[in-house]
């Protein structure tokens, strides 16, 4: 600590010098050390517990209470709210859709978007403009996706009215009004808005992959699709994986575009984890319930965002 | 560069083709939101008689132009405190190899883990019960809730940048702050880039916790104020929709001025 008084006088890092001229490794640490000193954390640490990891404790704990979320008073009732959760048909729903969708997603969205990546590579001119219309949706907030493509597909839409030009009137449906389609068109809605942020990652992994090597397969006589699957998949890992985990946790999140386009609804059909926790605290006024459901979430969702973060980490180690 | 060939030429009109899958629902978006209400064409058929008259009903009725104030205070306040917040943690995280300050490293990396929806309503019972329910608790919302990502682009960043200047600066007599300032920040400015671009995105779009947060009538971001608005006009689908162009554009026309820097920006951002 004398240091950090020492070089905080304009002729400190010189006095210093002075007195230790033998240790200069050492006094190149204690110099590294003053620089950044540690309250410089404490702005962050300060908003992130406020904000993040405070409400998360206290969120933990209250779902093992009866916590009403308004009166002073809960009571410890153990695992009760997360016995709840198994008796609960809408809980149960959104339980399994939020897999279907987040599954779903994640494969649609990474073969698309892959597959985005390819044409968009290819040698095409029109590469530049492409990338941009592409990707374009993405930067969108959600809530408004969800609205234009509500409209697209409501009775005597957009969709409906293309469709009787082309298509038997057997092909016009009810999209978001039955129970068996509105969680695929839901799901369709996320991959055409978020395909493009695949591609992006997709084409900065095809960056990477060395002219060299395909070449050497070009004179091996690979064809293309020998080369793609020797070749551009194996060294596109990174990237599907990338895009692999932060969809995965993306849809097992996912609210905007649910709440949006249905509500949940028709018949709960397209409940998701985060829906449900949002009605059970703001509609029926179930805190303790609904958090628990969000504990639920997390162990769901944490584990893959621990791979994603490793994923990075890696990544730059390399 | 590879050549021209008759197989590219196919890719390119498959390629452009699925691009009007994307461009449709656009095109559709602009040419009923200047059509007259009660027109009953199809909706591909280009409006020839367009009216402004839906755009100015969104603007006033759903009260947009509170909703653009609004959103784009509460993203600009949260993206700067962000960025000054995050720069100087990441940088004592990065220079510092002692055990605290790992400890203190892995601790703000566990936010990365935590959804929001787990902190969510505690914290919104603390802000009700604090009467701080408003703008600024978004603001303190978001600088908390983005750090851990920030922090986290910051310090991967920072470890790769040679420490020679800073210690010149130091030898020169700078105080730990002025230093960083006029010395480490600059040098931080291409993942400055990056992340601020990601976190104007991602707070601009954010739409469960300003709904949750704000009280309505003036107190509305752009993503709230449309639901709402919404809610109130579903029938009428030329009004909503020149709502949506008004509540895109902004983020839009920044993303157009900024390409391939966005793109850049996002690619750095998932893969740390």
Known sequence: MAAVGALNSPAGGVATDFRKPSATGRQMQKERVVLAPWWFLLPALAFYCVSVIGPSVVGVFSAFTNWDGFSRQSHFVGLKNFFHILSDPSAAAAFRQTLILAVAVTVLQNVVGLLLALGVNSGVRSHRPLRVILFAPAVVAPVMVAYLWKYILAPDGALDSILALVAPASWQLNWLGSTDLALWCVVAVIVWQMSGLSMVIFLAGLEGISKEVLEAADLD????????????????????????????????????????????????????LSTVIFQNAFSFGYFSYSIAIAVVLTVLASPISWLQYRLAHRERDE | MKRYTW?????????????????????????????????????????????????????????????LINSAMVTGASVVLLIGISSLAAYV?????????RLAYIFLIVGLLIPIQLGFIPLY????????????????????????????????????????YEEAAALDGCGPLRAFWSVVFPLLSPVTASI?????????????????????????????AVFG???????????????????????LALFFALQGRVMKGFTAGVKG
Request: hydrophobic content about 55%.
């Open chain 2, 7 to 67: 197989r590219i030429g196919v890719i390119e009109i498959v390629m452009l083709a699925v691009s009007l899958v994307f461009i449709v629902p656009v095109y559709v978006l602009v040419n009923l939101s200047i059509r007259r209400l009660g027109d009953p064409l199809s909706p591909l058929v280009p409006t020839l008689h367009a009216t402004w008259e839906n755009y100015a009903r969104a603007w006033t009725e759903g009260r947009l132009g509170w909703a």
């Open chain 2, 125 to 164: 019972r603390m802000f009700l019960s604090l009467h701080l329910l408003s703008l600024w608790a978004l603001v303190i919302f978001y600088a908390g809730l983005q750090v851990p990502f920030s922090v986290f682009l910051y310090a991967a960043f920072i470890r790769a940048l040679p420490r020679d």
């Open chain 2, 229 to 251: 608005f919404v809610g109130q006009y579903t029938s009428q689908w030329s009004v909503v929709f020149a709502a949506l162009v008004i509540g895109m554009a902004p983020v």
């Open chain 1, 221 to 272: 006589g690979a064809g293309a699709f020998r080369k793609f699957f020797s070749v551009t998949l194996p060294m596109l890992r990174p990237a599907v994986m990338v895009t692999t985990t932060l969809t995965l946790i993306g849809g097992l999140k996912q609210f905007d575009t649910v709440w949006a386009m249905t509500s949940g609804g028709p018949a709960d059909s397209t409940q998701t």
């Open chain 2, 196 to 224: 601020a671009i990601i976190n104007v995105i991602v707070i601009w779009n954010d739409f469960m916790t300003p709904l949750l947060y704000l009280s309505g009538g003036r107190q509305q971001t752009v993503p709230v």
């Open chain 2, 93 to 101: 995280l990065a220079r510092v190899a002692s055990g605290w300050s």
